[in-house]
């Protein structure tokens, strides 16, 4: 029997935002594929408090069958990569798709400049719907439909719950802090990946810093897409994944 295929989602999202390509998902892979939502998330129905990766990856890996297959979008691939380290024996392979192991710029690392993640704590705070809707145009960015998934998107994902304050809160407080790098450089299981060439919260630059740590690390990249590669190039994305699983 095949193992199970999970999706699992980004900040401000829920499960929902795999609903454009999960049905072609699951005619592609031959085993289920199941969408969660993160723990303060969608339809959730426990959040930690504080919001931490441990205890919500704690939450997420008890809905985890055995040997998983973990597709992690974005905060999503965080998740999954801890819990493929600490919960091995719940995790077969983990393929992220437009996430890293470490998402904050430093000296020697590139991704999300710091004043851009404090921007984005400061407008959550004031204005959380804005803001989530700027986070949705960002997704769409390198789509030639990009108006029509943004549109399509928001219809998707008001079928589920508004996310939980803390989880907001503690989801940028991940992105912004969580170091995963040595995890991910000795991480149990296989690790591949997709990319968006034009992502501006994953660089390009980072790419090649992930391979250095890890010399088992496969990916692909997308020139044309940025951060959702799945809703902006859907066709190339699902070719890329079916060679993966």
């Known amino acids: 029997m095949q193992n199970e295929l999970v999706l699992l989602h980004g900040w401000g999202m829920n499960q929902g935002v795999w609903q454009l390509v999960q049905p072609e998902l699951e005619f592609l892979y031959s085993g289920e594929v199941r969408s969660l939502d993160l723990p303060g ?7 930690p408090n504080p919001y931490t990766l ?26 999954a990569l801890y819990i493929a380290k600490h919960w091995p024996e719940k995790v077969s392979k983990v ?19 710091e004043k851009v993640l404090a921007q984005f704590k400061e407008q959550l705070v004031n204005h959380p719907e804005k803001t989530i809707e700027r986070f949705l145009a960002i997704q769409a960015m390198g789509s ?6 943004i549109k399509q998107l928001k ?22 802090n969580e170091d995963l790098r040595e995890l991910f450089a000795s991480c149990p299981v296989s690790i591949k990946a997709v990319f968006g060439r034009l ?7 980072a790419i090649t810093e992930m391979a250095a740590l890890n010399a088992e690390f496969e990916y692909v990249i997308l020139d044309k897409a940025s951060h959702a ?17």
């Open 155 to 176: 219809l998707l994902l008001k079928q589920y719950n508004p996310p939980k304050d803390e989880a907001l809160s503690g989801g940028l407080d991940i992105l912004q």
């Open 54 to 79: 441990h205890d919500a990856a704690v939450l997420l890996s008890d809905q985890l069958k055995p040997q998983s297959i973990l597709m992690g979008w974005s905060l999503g691939g965080l998740f």
């Open 41 to 47: 998330f969608g339809n959730s129905v426990t959040c």
């Open 229 to 245: 590669p799945f809703i902006s190039h859907k066709s190339e994305f699902l070719s890329i994944v079916k060679s993966m699983f």
């Open 144 to 149: 030639e439909s990009a108006r029509d998934d």
């Open 199 to 205: 992502d501006a919260l994953v660089p390009y630059k």
């Open 95 to 113: 393929i992220l798709v437009a996430s890293t192991p470490f998402f904050a710029e430093q000296e020697s690392w590139f991704g999300i400049k």
